[in-house]
Nanobody, 126 residues
Framework: QLQLVESGGGSVQPGDSLRLACVAS????????IGWFRQVPGKEREAISG????????YYADSVKGRFIISRDNVKNTAYLQMNALKPEDTAVYYC???????????????????WGQGTQVTVSS
């Protein structure tokens, strides 16, 4: 069983940066494609970024393209989401998720993912 734990969230001002980490245990993260999602209370969970097993493919939602960078270190069993130029509308709970598939065309479907972390809160406010 794969377990995922996110960290790195916090309260920052607009324009600041944060780096989220998603640490895996129980199995090698290299066997899984990774996605980052976020959710605001009362709204649907939003897919924001994905990365293939080998990091050969990275994917971004339009809302974060050019500001966020996804990466992974399979030796450290960790995936990352570098978030730059944060905006108040980025405020949400951020989740990492893992899937056995690797297709770039399906990365944004939450049902593709079998394992989820507990989430980390990101608040962007002046």
């Amino acid at each position: 069983q794969l377990q995922l734990v996110e960290s790195g969230g916090g309260s920052v001002q607009p324009g600041d940066s944060l780096r989220l980490a998603c640490v895996a245990s129980g199995r090698r993260l290299a066997y899984y494609g990774i996605g980052w999602f976020r959710q605001v209370p009362g709204k649907e969970r939003e897919a924001i970024s994905g990365i293939s097993k080998s990091a050969g493919g990275t994917y971004y939602a339009d809302s974060v393209k050019g500001r966020f960078i996804i990466s992974r270190d399979n030796v450290k069993n960790t995936a990352y989401l570098q978030m730059n130029a944060l905006k108040p509308e980025d405020t949400a709970v951020y989740y990492c998720a893992a899937r056995g598939g690797d297709s770039g065309s399906n990365w944004y479907y939450s049902y593709e993912y079998d394992y989820w972390g507990q989430g980390t809160q990101v608040t962007v406010s002046s």
